[in-house]
Nanobody, 122 residues
Framework: QVQVEESGGGLVQAGGSLRLSCTTH????????MGWFRQAPGKEREGVSC????????YYADSVKGRFTISRDNAKNTLYLQMNSLKPEDTAMYYC???????????????WGQGTQVTVSS
């Protein structure tokens, strides 16, 4: 059974930082491009970032470029998202995804986590 588990969300003031982590069980981690999506209340789920299984290609939504950094540790089956200079508009449920694509579209994601809430206060 495949499990995808996010952690690291929380409440932070604008300008602050958070680091999200995602661990997986039951899948071959380095077979997948891994990514992060987010969904705010009343909005559609949107792609945030994606990293290739070889770690040499990364993709970011324009809204987070220069502030967020995606990385992965294939030896630990773990994905990370370092979020700096957070803004209130970054408030959302953040989801880890196995099988992301460079266009950051939800289509084609093989597995989703349950999500971790990030709330940025102004």
């Amino acid at each position: 059974q495949v499990q995808v588990e996010e952690s690291g969300g929380g409440l932070v003031q604008a300008g602050g930082s958070l680091r999200l982590s995602c661990t997986t069980h039951g899948l071959t981690f380095d077979d997948y491009a891994m990514g992060w999506f987010r969904q705010a209340p009343g909005k559609e789920r949107e792609g945030v970032s994606c990293i290739s299984w070889t770690e040499d290609r990364t993709y970011y939504a324009d809204s987070v470029k220069g502030r967020f950094t995606i990385s992965r540790d294939n030896a630990k089956n773990t994905l990370y998202l370092q979020m700096n200079s957070l803004k209130p508009e970054d408030t959302a449920m953040y989801y880890c995804a196995a099988g992301c694509n460079p266009l950051l579209l939800p289509l084609g994601v093989h597995y989703w986590g349950q999500g971790t809430q990030v709330t940025v206060s102004s």
